[in-house]
């Protein structure tokens, strides 16, 4: 079966760096996905990954390994806005987005 | 620019009642999708549009039924809704089928009682 596998909740203090990690296993891969989420809103797209290694975009990283099935998403110098769920989700050999359950980040003052 | 508009924002339905939950996108995007959200889970593909006229079944299909009359709408019907139907139920729209990004629209939460 497909599987995208990342922690349930994570609390982090402003200013800080903090690691979102994900794991998946899917049938076929075509990219990989961040999305973030406000509580009550609509995801919205971060970054997409489709080869190996980091891509920078401003305070967020997001890094890729295939042969692990593995990926990161980085947030650094965080803001209390940051808080939000984080959305990994792996597009497979349809080009169907399957998508993990989401990191709940918390960040601290 | 709207982007994607979802109606109604929340609904409450009795079971065995039918609703449609309208989807409207004005970026003249060729793919269209419906998602449902539940606490706990992952964004589940309930149908998709990767083009006017052709629908497709995504993971979680049964129970509702999609229709693609033109490019801009993409309606969702419940034609007689059971309480594990209670769920946030979000639209999406990309380029295409291959596109890197998909836009959601605000969601519908709906409960079935």
């Known amino acids: 079966g497909q599987n995208i596998d990342q922690p349930t909740e994570m609390t982090a203090t402003e200013g800080a760096i903090v690691q979102i990690n994900c794991t998946y296993q899917t049938s076929g891969f075509n990219g990989l996905f961040w999305y973030q989420q406000h509580a009550g809103e609509a995801p919205t797209f971060l970054s997409y990954?489709?080869l190996d290694g980091l891509e920078e975009k401003g305070r967020f990283s997001s890094f890729l390994s295939r042969s692990k099935g593995y990926s990161y998403l980085l947030l650094k110098e965080l803001q209390m806005k940051d808080s939000a769920s984080y959305l990994c989700?792996?597009?497979?050999?349809?080009?169907?987005?399957?998508w993990g359950a989401g990191t709940k980040l918390i960040i601290k003052p | 620019t709207a982007g994607i508009t979802q109606a109604p924002t929340s609904q409450i339905l009795a079971a065995g009642r039918s609703m449609t939950l309208r989807c409207t996108q004005d970026m003249r995007h060729n793919a269209m999708y419906w998602y449902r959200q539940d606490l706990g889970l992952g964004l589940r593909l309930i149908h998709y549009s990767n083009t006017a006229g052709t629908t497709g079944k995504g993971e979680v299909p049964d129970g509702y039924s999609v229709s693609r009359a033109n490019t801009d709408d993409f309606p969702l019907t419940l034609a007689s809704a059971v309480p594990s139907q209670t769920s946030v139920y979000f639209c999406a729209s990309s380029e295409s089928e291959g596109s890197n990004e998909q836009f959601f629209g605000p969601g519908t939460r709906l409960t079935v009682l």
């Open positions: 990954n489709v």
């Open positions: 989700a792996v597009k497979d050999s349809n080009y169907q987005l399957i």
